[in-house]
């Protein structure tokens, strides 16, 4: 799994993880600056992988709307994959 960022042409690959189980919990958290990916284990050990400034989803930085959306997707990075990936469970919290 690849933890990158994307600005436009730019990409930075910020973290990468090697991952074999076929169970995965992932995660984001948010404040008011910043957003924090992380990944949990079936065993429950968390692993951040990273965080991302929210002033890089303003419509100055990205010339338009930026709405923010959390959605799952799978991809093959480009190239054809056969391989599925499977989402069973989705849950999207707002905590005050």
Partial sequence: ???RFRI????KMEHSADYSDSIIRLGIEA???HYTFS???PDGHTHVLGTGECA???KEVAGGFTGVY???YATGNGKFNTSPAYFDWFKY????
Avoid: D, V
């Fill in 93 to 96: 919290e707002i905590e005050a």
């Fill in 39 to 41: 990944y949990s284990r």
């Fill in 31 to 33: 404040n008011e600056t």
């Fill in 56 to 58: 890089m989803l303003s």
């Fill in 70 to 72: 959390a959605g799952l």
């Fill in 1 to 3: 799994m690849i933890f």
């Fill in 8 to 11: 436009g042409s730019l990409w």
